[in-house]
């Protein structure tokens, strides 16, 4: 789904979308939480990447550059986003396209 497609999902669901990574977040606070910033032609989308996740699938995490993402589409009002389940790294789809992601820790 796009992210413009996203936005019309009711809480709860299971979805899968695919974005360019732009920020990848690891703040001390999240307690090994990872936050991942995506982005298509339609929108921004924020996903979560909960500890589990992360070590089962790190170097896709960390080297995705065109990443898809299965998981439960999360909604309070105006907030979205998407808790993952499961990530596969889809950089050879974008051939000679260059992008970066800004990563924090």
Known sequence: MTAA?????PDRR???T???VTTRQQ??????TTFISLEDETGDVQV???RAIWER????????KLLGV??????DGDVM???????VDLTPMLGRLRTGSRDFR
Do not use: D, S, Y
Not at 27 to 32: D, F, I, L, R
Not at 57 to 64: H, S
Not at 70 to 75: N, T
């Open 18 to 20: 695919c974005c360019i």
């Open 81 to 87: 986003n998407l808790t993952a389940g499961f990530l």
């Open 48 to 50: 979560i990447v909960h």
């Open 5 to 9: 497609e996203l936005r019309a999902v």
């Open 14 to 16: 299971v979805v899968k």
């Open 27 to 32: 703040p001390e606070t999240a307690k090994g």
């Open 70 to 75: 299965k998981g439960v589409w999360q909604r």
């Open 57 to 64: 699938q790190l170097q896709v995490m960390l080297n995705a």
